[in-house]
């Protein structure tokens, strides 16, 4: 397709996924995420050749948020290996929602995956010692692309606030003997990464470098191994958009992560990285518009990882 | 590769699951199943020229078990709808053993997915009324290309005799609204499409149907409609391997399915349909010489759904 | 007291729970049960001496349903003894509501207690065969000193059209071995039990009995021995008002089994049983007004088990 | 009885608890409390006369661990009343272990009872504050008439040193807003009160207390009010024992709290506080020779709530 074809395109889709904004919410739990504008929307896609095509709202910065989880996964598989990764955590879909405690405590003994807060935890004690915040921050931006990339200070002081929660279940995975490092530090280092501001088009160039085998589509650098990449897309297919994870991969078919501050990494295998900003979340927490615009890509496209 | 080369692959790959055989146990909670040949292995490869590549016992007879909720759930889904299937049964893996009823009554208010026992009673529920049991051994004749597929009446009774936990699913279902015939109908058409004799080479050639689109290779002819075919292949990757569908996914990256009667059907999408017989099964049910053959086949002929 | 003051207080107490009734809803799902006068209020008690003081409408017949779970378990405690009963059953109050499946499949791997439905269906299991219906309505009768009590065939009716999720729970005792006897004879004989028409001066003499270490006060004649008293009088204080059972005690401090047609069977240790008919129940279950009216008793007569 | 009477009786009763001792195990998840003496055992009776007969080991000092929950509850009802409370914490028996998080998290948005260490915690937030640990320390020397209780201090910072999954349960509490209090100084109180150095007199004078409404039998003072005690005396017989509480409320009939540090307190109703001391513990987490010695003492002289 030509440069127009695509901009007409990703128009039509994000006229389409207003519609659906609406029907969602901003998450307000954290306050500083309440303050987002539920109408934001915008889209980017990341292709080999290097061009980015945006539409709506895709220079806009958000709060990364759960996506963090998969540049943390990404580093820890790099850094200290598949085994030593999944010693501490499962790779099982949960059918649970995302801060669930039942089921690292009644079922496993281990968080079921690394796209969970339980899991996400224990892979940033993996990283903790081996990198400071301002290394990942580095990593982060070089995986997106974007030197634009800092810390929310606001967003992560509000949340640092806010995260009783996972408090409790860091000592719970500390009483379990799944992490070692002081939980102090390793909510710190969680919430900063929860905390990086990104744009769509950020998201849609860590999009790309998972779909390109882990290599910078324009510097030809390989920023990530084969079989990481493999790893981390196979986990957001089955993971990726917690208990909605399963009919997500039905309908729309594409490894995608979403985050509560209204943004979605989603990876068209050897081809694309899409990245899309919009803060109305649906029930589950992920973004109500975005999830529309995909399923409508997926399927006008032929993108789903088994279409014809 | 040509046919010596393919044969040379599978034989070896034969060999190293054979290694894995003592590691395994013959299922035999139903008596009838406990009189399998721990030591039988096969493989079949069904390619899109019509070619079926063997090694081991492929042509030796087995109940189909669990692999028959695959067919059911196409069947399902061409005769009822998306809607209808999906209104009853869900699409999220559930972390949980094949038999789970906790999460039936706890969570979900409904089955999680079509590959567990409760989620594939309800699927059978659907098709009662509309198909006999003789029209569906048609159909599974023909998607699997065999003929010699019959009732294996010694497993199918020995099953009816020890189905009680399958009977509270059924009940269960029953007082929730999910299912609407009669429970002992549900029942006999439930086990009796888990009593098909089948043998690697019809599994093959089933996986093979949903590897093409479902057009069956040879005749040319339709069989399934691309949509069916795509969401059950989802969920075969997605749910196909109980509570080890996660990691197989990320080990293997093929939609399989397996049975307690030591099947596997795999499909390698737009190539093809993988066929495994091996009745010593791992803790979690699954074919034990077969996962290791499928993760063999994976990596070295780059079959994972994100091989680069 | 003397009659007229015990009359006195009677009906005060009533026009105590008379105003509780609008707060509760009679049962309805068995629609014979949703037939009930919702503001129908009865009360009786039965003292040593052999008088049975009444307030209105003490007379009026209503289905015994899970107070049935007292007598089956007297009986079953003095024809198979404790460790029979016990082996199969546990004596743990479970925090769960009255039909739950999960601590069953889950936890325990048998039933919590007596007192919730899948306890009680495996008690069932233990008197058949060697009790028929008549013979336990024999001994009903004996032990509520009411030749009126019978079968209500329309209830009875009603019920076993509507035994799905009780159907269920005998299928997963039956796929445990904890039950023997056919699903369909334990639910009959289980629905059967359920159905006895009583008064709320049959409860009342059964609670007198209790009372009195297992001897009819009139007749002198034992009929339960000591030890089983003492057990049923015991479960029925930690876990006889479903998940409400520890509120009840700390605020009523008597034995009471409630059951949903209405009726409460209370033990004053020593010294009184309590019959209360009223089929405007509380969300958990229980009579409403009968709660009231135990509160207050136990309150002003001081016949909390713990009062000073 | 007169005075050699009891005090063979209670030798006797030492003599059949002590069989049971190699059966059991001293807890060691807290390395000082696995110290202690396997073989110690000891039992006191507090009788309203102001005597106190022992046998064994009645007067070695062990950590009141989960005992401290009953002065905790007892000061929380007096100091802050009934409806504050059980607005935190539920009054229903679980049927789970004394740590469970599951229960919490799950099902009823509160912590079960106050016996359990989520209740607990809640109930401690309730006494910061209001109360010193030195205020708390000459309360408890009070009610057990035991002026040598001390801090053990080893013990409290071992328990400190391990207080992990106490740490995950507080921080639950407060992300549900159960908790007002800093973690750290809830955790210090609660681990604190587990750490008081009684003996089975200590326990013995306490039960009395409880026993005798309230009032100190020998210098007629109230230390507590009657509805607390009846409250505390209802909560201990439902849930005293943790996972085992329906059990004992069956064999022994007496209300009792258990801590792990191998301490018993028990109470015959009007008549008698009991104490014992012995660290080797059951599965449950309950003294093990104690269980024996109360099962024939209750037996024996007709001590269960509801004896004839």
Request: hydrophobic share 40%.
């Amino acid at each position: 397709m030509d440069k127009e074809k695509i901009l007409k395109v990703l128009n039509e889709t994000l006229a389409l996924g207003r519609k659906d904004i609406p029907l969602g919410e901003v998450a307000d739990y954290i306050p500083e995420l309440g303050k987002a504008d539920k109408n934001a929307l915008g889209i980017a896609l990341a292709g080999k050749s290097g061009n980015v095509y945006t539409a709506g709202d895709a220079e806009s910065r958000f709060t990364i948020q759960s996506i963090s989880k998969v540049i943390s996964l990404c580093v820890a598989l790099e850094s200290r290996g598949y085994d030593a990764v999944f010693d501490r955590v499962g790779m099982e879909p949960s059918g649970e929602a995302f801060n669930s405690i039942v089921e690292l405590d009644l079922v496993s003994g281990k968080p079921y995956n690394p796209m969970i807060n339980s899991g996400a935890l224990a892979i940033v004690d993996l990283l903790l010692g081996k990198y400071t915040f301002t290394e990942l921050l580095e990593i982060s931006r070089k995986l997106c692309r974007d030197d634009g990339i800092r810390l929310d200070e606001r967003v992560y002081r509000s949340e640092m606030e806010n995260c009783s929660r996972n408090r409790a279940i860091c000592w719970l995975l500390k009483s379990k003997g799944i992490i070692e490092n002081d939980v102090d530090e390793i909510l710190k280092l969680y919430t900063a990464m929860c905390s990086l501001s990104v744009t769509a088009c950020s998201l849609a160039n860590l999009g790309l470098i998972l779909a390109n085998d882990g290599v910078d589509a324009i510097s030809g650098e390989r920023l990530l191994s084969s079989s990481t990449v493999r790893v981390v897309k196979t986990i957001m297919l089955t993971c990726g958009m917690y208990d909605g994870s399963g009919q997500f991969a039905v309908e729309v078919g594409l490894p995608t992560k979403s985050g509560i501050g209204g943004g979605l990494l989603s990876v068209v295998d050897k081809y694309l990285g899409i990245g899309i900003y919009g803060p109305s979340l649906d029930k589950k927490g992920n973004c109500i518009a975005g999830g529309a615009m995909l399923r409508r890509l997926s399927s006008e496209f032929g993108l789903h990882i088994f279409a014809p």
